[in-house]
């Protein structure tokens, strides 16, 4: 059976490349002066930087935008001879100088942000709600994605499914796998099955689904079902960590809040199936006190595999059932 296929990174880049040509045209810093001022991007940002710091410094704002800190001084010593900005020096220590901007410094910053805010909301208000949230998920995804280095400090928070999320995993389910392990469409056929039958039969008080966010991108997800055949047992079904966030604890974080409600709902077992190549998958397992219980050979997905159970006792220490 024919794999899923993926554009190659030529074509990918002359995507990329035409998407910020048409981004750039779009917010207009192609122009002379951004938004309709004599100002820059570049110096637009550099204000933005210095109005929106408690105590800027120079070497900060060069890291946070990643500018030449010769650049930088040049557009500092321009806003200083244009009485935007004004430097004072440490009497205590000569070589520590405090910027601020001056009043027409701030009135600058104040016309640049309004006129900001009002190309936004000119771009955004006459989109429908389902596609303005699509093109704000897509920016936080590029975001989050490129800039990986502004959500290394986010938490990790997670939430109920709400409308539109299921379709989103079985998408990131069956695109992750067939990039990773090489499966095929027959696995996205499970995974919408899985996912149709808990929304067909959704029980709130025994089962749930999570979705983890990180800085508002989502980050994973987990399922928990009750066994069809065994009311005491639970299935924990569908963990996923993107690639963006591993290494950040996210399933861990799935993981654990998958078994504290499991005790809560009051089931004394949670199983699981999963395939003996999720290496990654089974330290979570194990780190939350699952035991692989059985294995089998099977062919799956267009893949030899080694289908495991795995199995956690929530049963109390001391306690016989």
Not at 208 to 215: D, H, L, N, S, T
Not at 240 to 247: I, K, M
């Amino acid at each position: 059976m024919q794999q899923a296929r993926f554009s190659d990174l030529a074509e990918d880049v002359r995507k990329f490349r035409k998407f910020s040509r048409t981004y750039t045209k779009i917010i207009g810093v192609l122009e002379e002066g951004l938004l309709n001022t004599k100002y820059t991007l570049a110096q637009a940002r550099v204000l933005y930087e210095l109005a929106t710091r408690d105590e800027p410094q120079a070497n900060e704002i060069a890291d946070e935008l990643g500018m030449d800190p010769g650049y930088l001084s040049r557009i500092l010593a321009r806003f200083r001879t244009s009485g935007l900005l004004k430097r004072t020096v440490s009497k205590q220590d000569g070589r520590v100088a405090k910027m601020a901007l001056t009043r027409s410094g701030k009135q600058a910053f104040a016309i640049l942000n309004s006129s900001s805010e009002q190309q936004a909301n000119a771009m955004l208000k006459d989109l429908l709600p389902s596609d303005r949230a699509r093109v704000i998920q897509s920016m936080e995804v590029i975001g989050g994605l490129l800039g990986s280095e502004d959500r290394v400090s986010l938490p990790c928070v997670l939430r109920p499914h709400r409308v539109g999320d299921m379709g989103w995993v079985v998408h990131r389910e069956a695109v992750l796998y067939a990039e990773e392990y090489g499966f095929d469409e027959t696995f996205e056929g499970l995974v919408a099955q899985i996912v149709s039958d808990f929304v067909k039969h959704f029980e709130p008080k025994r089962e749930r689904c999570w979705i983890a966010e990180i800085g508002g991108v989502p980050a994973g997800h987990i399922f928990l079902v009750r066994h069809p055949d065994r009311p005491d047992v639970a299935k924990l079904r569908l963990l996923l960590v993107e690639p963006a966030a591993r290494g950040k604890g996210v399933g861990q974080v799935l993981v654990n809040e998958c078994v504290r409600f499991a005790r809560a709902a009051g089931y004394r077992t949670i199983t699981l199936w999963t395939q003996s190549i999720l290496i990654a998958a089974h330290r979570l397992y194990e780190r939350a006190g699952f035991r692989l219980v059985q294995e089998e050979q099977h062919h799956s997905f267009s893949r030899d595999l080694v289908g495991q159970t795995w199995e956690l006792d929530l049963t109390p220490i001391g306690v016989t059932l």
